[in-house]
């Protein structure tokens, strides 16, 4: 036990000019402290067994890369050895930090098999070299990092009761719940955006007239002819742009205001939002809710804003 000193900063009031303000004051405490051994005696162990765990890392690499140079270029055999016995360290990693969860059993399970593997390669290598005896020993090294680690784990691990451990469980499930939906949410979240730009691309539509076999110049061609067939309100009028067949070289029909109550026209367009917009304007119509109801007659899925923010780009751009 000993005695020291801690500064620290305490609010308190002070008053000037009568008015109060909140200040910072320097206080020094004096702080009895104890020396904890049980945690001091945990953190020895963790220093010691890592530093076990990297020795018997260094010895299998040696020993099972002077094996595999036996059959590979040194470099190659090295770095299969480092793979090969990295793998029995990662699991144990795996199940400390696992060590409240069912599945712990996996990774611990799992690096004493490869732990096996890695004495054998181990033992295998000194025998060929310098003896078995050599390899025992340097295969027991593996063993009793191992070893250590675990020991470490029961000394660090919390035991709990079968009440508290249901309640971890309960809490572990609900936090990857969680998670899950919220990967889920990204994704969903994607594929929205995708499809929003889609839409504005004219992409969809277009996949959707293809699909159906009809495309946008067939139903103009398919209109067209149906006008020119009805006996009702046509201007029959010969067009100096008309092929001589009746039907100009644009799909455009005007529709007599005597018969119709008023001015209408029907103008079949294709392509993209973005290429709606220009081709609306193209024919003098600038105001943007007549430009809105010009590319909705053509396009009914199309979003108001987007139609709007497509005329104010096009003026910018200087085209209209």
């Known amino acids: 036990m000993r005695i020291k000193t801690v500064r620290t900063t305490v609010p308190t009031e002070v008053t000037r000019d009568g008015e109060t303000f909140t200040v910072n004051k320097h206080v020094d405490r004096r702080v009895i402290t104890v020396f904890d051994v049980h945690r001091a005696v945990r953190r020895a162990v963790t220093a010691a067994t890592v530093l076990v765990v990297g020795i018997a890392l260094a010895w299998s690499v040696t020993s099972i890369g002077a094996l595999l140079g036996l059959a590979a270029p040194t470099w190659v055999a090295y770095l299969a050895a480092g793979a090969f016995d990295l793998s029995w360290a990662v699991l144990m990693a795996a199940e400390w930090s696992m060590q409240y969860d069912d599945r712990a059993k996996i990774p611990r399970v799992a690096g004493w098999l490869a732990l096996a593997v890695s ?43 079968d009440e508290s451990y249901q309640i971890v469980q309960q809490k572990r499930s609900r936090a990857g719940e969680e998670l ?141």
């Open 119 to 161: 004495m054998t390669a181990i033992a295998t290598e000194g025998q060929l070299h310098a003896g078995l005896w050599i390899g025992i020993i340097g295969a027991v090294i593996s063993l009793l990092a191992k070893g250590l680690w675990t020991v470490m784990m029961m000394i660090t691990a919390h035991p709990l009761s």
């Open 180 to 320: 899950a939906l919220t990967v889920v949410d990204r994704e969903l979240i994607r594929i929205r955006q995708e499809t929003a730009a889609l839409w504005e691309s004219g992409s969809l539509t277009a996949v959707a007239w293809d699909a159906e076999g009809i495309t946008r110049k067939a139903l103009a061609e398919t209109l067209a002819d149906a006008i020119d067939e009805s006996p009702e309100g046509i201007d029959e009028a010969p067009d100096p742009e008309s092929d001589g067949s009746g039907i100009r070289a644009d799909p455009i029909r005007q529709i007599d205001p005597d018969q119709s109550g008023g001015s209408e026209h029907f103008v079949p367009r294709s392509g993209s939002i973005k290429e709606l917009v220009q081709s609306v304007m193209a024919d003098g119509i600038t105001d943007p809710a007549a430009v809105v109801a010009e590319v909705q007659a053509d396009r009914p899925d199309a979003n108001p804003e987007t139609i709007k923010r497509m005329v104010r780009l096009h003026r910018v751009n200087g085209s209209g």
